[in-house]
């Protein structure tokens, strides 16, 4: 299996994607390309010690880079040899078996969706983020689309329960709509629309709908799929994130306040290791782009190698796992019945 990076996406580029794809390339057995300037590429790998690449790592040469102040919406238009638009046709062209970057979300959901494409009948992609919560959760979308109708709610609630099933390994994963409550009343038209179609969507057995989930809830574990339009889900993974940040941040002024709590630091040192590792968006590496026609994992702006290495491994779930597939085969009920309003684009 193939995976290309882009090398010039991130704070950190491209250092930080080419120690990434040299541990795929060593721990996974996977076949990397390095998509991006050639020359700072290599700049970084004799700073390692090396003059070519290694066996299983390739560099694809561009010459133009996609910033983060470029207009997300033209910037892959404008630069057609930038790392991001050329390592999108390679995988496009069968060439790649998915796609990684850090480089800017808008820039990279604009390009995916008009070089790669969505998959046919899919009305809006969506970023589909595993949360560091207990046992984990797909939040789908978180940011993609601020303004959804049901219908793209209803797409997303089987994208993220495809997800669920093939990346988390859950078989029969719990989906719950994001809401200010769990009465079925509750929420603008947007959630008590979406309901109805999700309850049908249950009843009918293509998805385990378990009604409206509030966000506390939600982090508790209470669902496997948060369903939910992309305004909403960027505040609650933002949230989240804030949250985790603060908590860790008094656990360690609480464990440095004295000698007694230093030594009740040692004493708990295991768990707290597992707790930070939850919480470590590195553990992740990215986040899925839902409804692309090809496998694409947005990792995050700050990822550092190992970072880089998880999102790659991530890639290659996702490509192996069917999940395009699974969206392909299942449009028939992903759509709104005749009579709803909303026809296709």
Known sequence: MKIIVDAMGGDNAPRSNVEGALEAVRELGLEVALVGRGDEILAVLRE???????????????????????????????KKDSSLTVGLTLVKEGKGDAFVSAGSTGALLSAATL????????????????????GGAILIDAGATAECTPEYLLQFAFMGSYYAEHILGKPEPRVGLLNIGAEESKGTDLQRESYALLKAADKEGR????????????????????????????????????????????????????????????????????????????????TALLGISRPVIKAH????????????????????????????????????KPGKGEGEE
């Open 207 to 286: 998805i385990h709908f378990v009604g409206n989930i509030e966000a506390r809830e939600a982090v508790l574990g209470g669902v496997d799929v948060i369903v939910c339009d992309g305004y909403s889900g960027n505040i609650f993974l933002k949230t989240l994130e804030g949250t985790a940040l603060l908590m860790a941040g008094e656990m360690k002024k609480m464990f440095k306040k004295n000698p007694v709590s230093k030594v009740a630091a040692v004493l708990v040192s295991g768990g707290l290791r597992d707790i930070k590792k939850m919480l470590d968006s590195r553990e992740i590496g990215g």
């Open 301 to 336: 702006g700050s990822s550092d190698g190992y970072a880089i290495k998880n999102a790659i491994a991530q890639a290659q779930k996702f490509a192996a796992s069917g999940i395009v597939e699974n969206i392909a085969e299942n449009m028939e009920y992903m759509r709104l």
């Open 115 to 134: 070089i790669t494409k969505r998959i046919r009948g899919i009305r809006r992609a969506a970023l589909a983020p595993k949360l560091p919560i207990p």
């Open 48 to 78: 390692m010690g090396m003059n070519e690449p290694p066996p299983g790592l390739e560099i694809v040469h561009t010459a133009e880079v996609v910033e983060m102040e470029d207009n997300p919406a033209t910037a892959f238009k404008e």
